[in-house]
């Protein structure tokens, strides 16, 4: 088993290193909640008093952080912490499983590989619920080696593992993967609303749709229609699951990305608006299948 330190322990985090731990390795976790860092201890992780401090000697670094400043100031450094490129002992590979801009991946892949250290961005989707069953999708950018290495880890946290290309590939892919993701959930919203609007029973509507040419995986999974599926955030007040900021965060990155290519993204522009509306009428912690009210008659948005 492993030495592992895992940095970042919030909603995706947490569950993530617990199955590390329940995998049988030896986890280490910093997070600047301190609450956070205790529920891992009490399950057997060790902690420390920096990022630095578990990284030191740690086989594996994990880190799944909110943003791309974030990951640059772990791994490179900022004015009052070294960055772990600098502490970790050599064959340490790196595993970031944040959503950031690709980027930010590449800078931090480079200045690793200058160190002699391998870097994987792997980006992860299944959301909470694939976090605490160990059933997440992991979307690795790096070489076929530290791809390989990562694997061995990221196989106790998930069950599909992929290598969609060089440093900086898994972000890219990802967010393609979460732009498509919110066209389906604004599309599915629609749709139902307006069959709602038609006198149809929503949940007959979903079963119609989920078998015929309109089938998505927003249907067979997440319907966003409070009281059509059970377990899922719209039959729970639209709590818990993939918060509306999040996808916003994503949207800009797949608009970032676009504007890199000179892509022509259409959907994904508008969807970005939509939420961003809706986040700024106050639902950005509720779950983003709550755009299903932005279309509802009596919409709260």
Not at 147 to 153: D, G, H, I, L, S
Not at 214 to 222: C, D, I, M, P, S
């Amino acid at each position: 088993m492993a030495k592992i330190a895992f940095i970042g322990l919030g909603n995706m985090g947490g569950p993530m290193a617990a199955n590390l731990l329940k995998a049988g390795h030896s986890v280490s976790v910093f997070d600047l909640n301190p609450a956070a860092v205790e529920s891992l201890k009490a399950q057997g992780a060790g902690r420390g008093d920096t990022a630095q401090a578990i990284a030191a000697d740690a086989d594996f670094v994990v880190s799944m952080l909110p943003a791309g400043k974030h990951v640059r100031g772990l791994y490179l450094g900022t004015d009052t912490a070294k960055g772990l490129i600098e502490v970790v002992k050599a064959g340490c590979l790196l595993i970031d499983c944040s959503t950031i801009d690709a980027g930010s991946a590449r800078t931090v892949a480079d200045a690793a590989a200058a160190k002699g250290l391998e870097f994987i961005d792997a980006p992860v989707s299944g959301g909470t619920a694939g976090a605490a069953a160990g059933t997440l999708t992991f979307i690795c950018g790096g070489t076929d080696a530290a791809f390989e290495k990562a694997r061995t880890v990221l196989a106790n946290m998930g069950v599909n593992i992929f290598h969609a290309g060089g440093p900086g590939a898994g972000q890219v892919a990802k967010i393609c993967n979460n732009m498509l993701l919110s066209v389906l959930m604004v599309g599915t919203s629609e749709a139902l609303s307006l069959g709602i609007d038609h006198g149809l029973d929503p949940k007959v509507l979903s079963d119609i749709m989920k078998v015929s040419s309109g089938g998505n995986w927003t249907l067979e999974k997440y319907n966003p229609c409070p009281g059509v599926m059970e377990n899922v955030p719209s039959s729970k007040g639209y709590q818990g699951g993939f918060m509306v900021d999040l996808m916003v965060k994503d949207l800009g990155l797949s608009q970032e990305a676009a504007l890199g290519s000179q892509s022509s993204t259409p959907m994904g522009a508008l969807a970005r608006s939509l939420y961003v509306s809706h986040a700024r009428a106050g639902n950005g912690t509720r779950d983003f299948s709550s755009i299903f009210e932005h279309f509802a008659k009596g919409d709260k948005a």
